[in-house]
């Protein structure tokens, strides 16, 4: 009797990710998100994944080394995240944050008129988490 075994790997993610949906364009949500959470976002190099798709991501520095990005969920070739269709964009924080912090840009977004819904995405439980690890470092 052959003996199957089985290695779980867990990830640890030192980064948050928060599930957006709005009507706005991009610009328009990226703008309005400029505003709630004092940050500014730049267009930036178009996020591709591993089937060669491409989806327009928009980046931000802020204080101390915190980086912020925004993707968006559709391109002309399928979604990102396609377990979550009906999600338009993804936050994303380079950094692991406490409960308050989360919370306090949860409802820093909820406020924005732009946004209709958002929540706190669990992306270990997702099998496109690698899709949410951005290096842009030139070496």
């Known amino acids: 009797m052959k003996k199957k075994y089985t290695l779980e790997a867990v990830e640890d993610v030192d980064f948050s990710v928060y599930a957006i949906n709005s009507h706005a364009k991009a610009y328009r949500f990226c703008w309005s998100i400029n505003k709630s959470l004092f940050l500014d976002f730049e267009k930036t190099q178009d996020q591709k994944t591993d089937k060669e798709m491409l989806f327009s991501r928009y980046f931000c520095e802020a204080e101390e080394g915190l980086e912020y990005n925004i993707i968006t969920n559709r391109s002309s070739k399928g979604y990102f995240m396609p377990e979550q269709k009906s999600v338009n964009y993804f936050l994303i924080v380079n950094k692991k944050q406490n409960k308050k ?29 690698e899709r949410f690890i951005i290096n842009d470092k030139k070496n």
């Open 101 to 129: 912090e989360k919370e306090k840009i949860i409802n820093q977004l909820k406020n924005n008129k732009e946004v209709l819904f958002v929540f706190e995405l669990d992306v270990t439980k997702s099998k496109y988490l």
